[in-house]
């Protein structure tokens, strides 16, 4: 039903920048399509992060895996949601707002209800994880669309503050995960239909404190939990949200937009799980690829596999987006939002586990002189009393940088942000250092937390700015396909920083992982620097 009617689900009379008309009944309209959007997203980041917490429990659970192997659920959980990104950010455009926020939003009951299987079966083996762990990518997609969808609804001038709220409350998914999650693991919430309890071999903890070994935990609860939440925001998202045809031309009709985002969300999974099999170490894959080689294989193969099998209005559609290729500005933004969100997202996915590994335990030499990473620090903090801290100020303070970029610039506020996240992130690889050859690591866990809340306040504020960065340069038409592939690209950093890390820690030099990150960020001070805000730059901003 294409109508001109504000009431209507399809909406064909749509201009934001008219004034009269944004007054009138645009304002409203747009409003209610965003705060429908909020909790979904968050709700997507939730079931995309949640592997970070629930392999911390299950180390205290003493489920039959390594570290390594652990940091690799975490790792292809956020994997799969980058790659989802890609086809999620031609979806609105091809599909319409309403249809795919409600289908992709209904698509996370699927992993949810899937971990919630898996986790009540410590004896099954790490495939079954790692399938789950894939699933949830879907969360991660999610976010592509999101932005999308809302930039779409508002004015250039509001464009900084509406995405800010969008991605800085949906972020919060992160920090209401790693609050929710411990705490529904200490209950029994659907009683005989929720499963049995598993018992604590090692402490764990919540925001106020330590959970005992020998306490009953229902880990299955991690996704379930979620079925409480995603089924009534279905329904909402079904009936309150809009198309917005002028941006949304081609979608004929409802079942055939479902048909498109299946098609395009299933093909995604393709080169995900073709590039794990050629990264994953046996006996889960085959080991040939490094990560470096695996992450562009799986994108070129992304792209390829969505202009190949593209048909009807889909193939003209794709075509038309992909022209976001040709600009360079796409490439350099591109870069500047793997410092900001990626940085962001990454982190969040390799905190928790990060924080057990290096101060979980006592580093004391052995006999001979070499360090041993085994023994059981007794003063340990529990990551998930302190893991959500980090990500909650990040999403908290993102609205607030979209705000700010939006009365002085984005690229100056990128600028300041980048300087920050240099020394912060030298800083605390130093600490890490620190820790990690120290039989008391925990003297050094303050300052820790501190470095780590600072990156992660920068990387918000830099969200914002970059978004805004992106509203200005680029059209109505190209601007939601570009915030979607920026997206979709930095959240490899969900991929590359658990990755990164586990395998520093795993060498003995986990302050290696953060000077690897100070250097990408120096580099990317100097590009924002080259294309908008040098004398004679092509796009001034300001």
């Not at 309403?98 to 099954?124: C, E, S, Y």
């Not at 939601?480 to 890390?501: D, K, Q």
């Given at each position: 039903m294409n109508t001109k009617n504000p009431s209507s689900v399809d909406?064909?009379?749509?201009?934001?920048?008219?004034?009269?008309?944004?007054?009138?009944?645009?304002?409203?309209?747009?409003?209610?399509?965003?705060?429908?959007?909020?909790?979904?997203?968050?709700?997507?980041?939730?079931?995309?992060?949640?592997?970070?917490?629930?392999?911390?429990?299950?180390?205290?659970?003493?489920?039959?895996?390594?570290?390594?192997e652990l940091f690799t659920l975490t790792a292809i959980s956020g994997l799969a949601g980058a790659t989802m990104r890609i086809p999620a950010s031609?979806?609105?455009?091809?599909?319409?707002?309403?249809?795919?926020?409600f289908l992709t939003t209904a698509m996370l009951l699927a992993p949810a209800i899937g971990t919630g299987i898996v986790l009540q079966h410590k004896d099954w083996p790490l495939w079954t994880f790692q399938l789950m762990a894939l699933w949830s990518g879907v969360g991660g997609g999610n976010f592509a669309s999101s932005m999308s969808n809302i930039t779409t609804f508002f004015p250039k001038r509001l464009q900084g503050t509406a995405?800010?709220?969008?991605?800085?409350?949906?972020?919060?998914?992160?920090?209401?995960?790693?609050?929710?999650?411990?705490?529904?693991?200490?209950?029994?919430?659907?009683?005989?239909?929720?499963?049995?309890?598993?018992?604590?071999?090692?402490?764990?903890?919540?925001?106020?404190?330590?959970?005992?070994?020998?306490?009953?935990?229902?880990?299955?609860?991690?996704?379930?939990?979620?079925?409480?939440?995603?089924?009534?925001?279905?329904?909402?998202?079904?009936?309150?949200?809009n198309n917005l045809i002028t941006v949304s031309p081609a979608i004929g009709g409802t079942i055939p937009a479902f048909l498109k985002i299946t098609w395009l969300y299933t093909l995604s999974f393709v080169p995900t799980f073709a590039g794990l099999y050629l990264y994953l170490p046996k006996p889960t894959g085959l080991g040939l690829l490094n990560m470096w080689v695996a992450m562009p294989l799986i994108v070129i193969s992304m792209l390829l596999l969505m202009k190949?099998?593209?048909?009807?209005?889909?193939?003209?559609?794709?075509?038309?987006?992909?022209?976001?290729?040709?600009?360079?500005?796409?490439?350099?933004?591109?870069?500047?939002?793997?410092?900001?969100?990626?940085?962001?997202?990454?982190?969040?996915?390799?905190?928790?586990?990060?924080?057990t590994v290096i101060f979980g335990v006592s580093h004391v030499p052995d006999a001979a002189g070499v360090m041993?990473?085994?023994?059981?620090?007794?003063?340990?903090?529990?990551?998930?009393?302190?893991?959500?801290?980090?990500?909650?100020?990040?999403?908290?303070?993102?609205?607030?940088?979209?705000w700010i970029s939006d009365k002085v610039g984005g690229?100056?506020?990128?600028?300041?942000?980048?300087?920050?996240?240099?020394?912060?992130?030298?800083?605390?690889?130093?600490?890490?250092?620190?820790?990690?050859?120290?039989?008391?690591?925990?003297?050094?866990?303050?300052?820790?937390?501190?470095?780590?809340?600072?990156?992660?306040?920068?990387?918000?504020?830099g969200n914002g700015s970059t978004f805004r960065t992106i509203g200005v340069i680029f059209d109505r038409q190209q601007a939601g396909p570009v915030l979607g592939w920026t997206s979709a690209i930095a959240a490899y950093g969900a991929f590359i920083a658990p990755v990164v890390?586990?395998?520093?820690?795993?060498?003995g030099t986990p302050e290696i992982a953060m000077y690897g990150f100070a250097i990408f960020y120096a580099l990317c001070l100097v590009l924002n620097w080259w294309f908008y805000l040098r004398r004679g730059a092509e796009i001034k901003n300001p």
């Amino acid at each position: 039903m294409n109508t001109k009617n504000p009431s209507s689900v399809d909406i064909t009379d749509w201009r934001p920048e008219d004034e009269q008309f944004w007054e009138s009944t645009g304002k409203r309209l747009a409003y209610r399509n965003l705060w429908i959007s909020v909790p979904s997203l968050l709700c997507g980041f939730a079931i995309w992060g949640m592997w970070g917490i629930i392999t911390v429990q299950m180390l205290n659970l003493g489920f039959p895996f390594s570290q390594a192997e652990l940091f690799t659920l975490t790792a292809i959980s956020g994997l799969a949601g980058a790659t989802m990104r890609i086809p999620a950010s031609f979806l609105i455009r091809l599909a319409g707002g309403r249809n795919t926020i409600f289908l992709t939003t209904a698509m996370l009951l699927a992993p949810a209800i899937g971990t919630g299987i898996v986790l009540q079966h410590k004896d099954w083996p790490l495939w079954t994880f790692q399938l789950m762990a894939l699933w949830s990518g879907v969360g991660g997609g999610n976010f592509a669309s999101s932005m999308s969808n809302i930039t779409t609804f508002f004015p250039k001038r509001l464009q900084g503050t509406a995405l800010g709220i969008n991605a800085g409350l949906g972020n919060l998914g992160v920090t209401t995960m790693q609050i929710v999650i411990p705490l529904v693991m200490t209950m029994s919430l659907f009683g005989n239909f929720g499963g049995e309890p598993m018992t604590l071999v090692k402490d764990s903890g919540w925001i106020f404190g330590k959970i005992a070994a020998g306490t009953p935990t229902w880990i299955q609860n991690a996704g379930l939990a979620w079925l409480l939440s995603l089924v009534p925001l279905s329904i909402i998202c079904f009936f309150g949200m809009n198309n917005l045809i002028t941006v949304s031309p081609a979608i004929g009709g409802t079942i055939p937009a479902f048909l498109k985002i299946t098609w395009l969300y299933t093909l995604s999974f393709v080169p995900t799980f073709a590039g794990l099999y050629l990264y994953l170490p046996k006996p889960t894959g085959l080991g040939l690829l490094n990560m470096w080689v695996a992450m562009p294989l799986i994108v070129i193969s992304m792209l390829l596999l969505m202009k190949l099998t593209a048909f009807g209005t889909m193939k003209e559609g794709i075509a038309k987006q992909f022209a976001i290729f040709r600009n360079k500005h796409t490439w350099a933004l591109t870069l500047l939002y793997m410092v900001t969100f990626g940085s962001f997202i990454g982190f969040s996915m390799a905190l928790p586990l990060a924080i057990t590994v290096i101060f979980g335990v006592s580093h004391v030499p052995d006999a001979a002189g070499v360090m041993q990473h085994t023994l059981k620090n007794p003063n340990a903090p529990s990551a998930l009393t302190y893991a959500w801290i980090g990500p909650f100020v990040g999403a908290l303070i993102r609205p607030v940088g979209g705000w700010i970029s939006d009365k002085v610039g984005g690229s100056i506020v990128t600028q300041i942000i980048s300087a920050v996240m240099v020394v912060a992130s030298a800083a605390v690889g130093y600490v890490m250092l620190l820790a990690y050859k120290s039989a008391t690591p925990e003297q050094y866990f303050l300052m820790f937390m501190l470095l780590f809340v600072l990156l992660f306040a920068a990387s918000g504020i830099g969200n914002g700015s970059t978004f805004r960065t992106i509203g200005v340069i680029f059209d109505r038409q190209q601007a939601g396909p570009v915030l979607g592939w920026t997206s979709a690209i930095a959240a490899y950093g969900a991929f590359i920083a658990p990755v990164v890390i586990g395998a520093q820690i795993k060498a003995g030099t986990p302050e290696i992982a953060m000077y690897g990150f100070a250097i990408f960020y120096a580099l990317c001070l100097v590009l924002n620097w080259w294309f908008y805000l040098r004398r004679g730059a092509e796009i001034k901003n300001p």
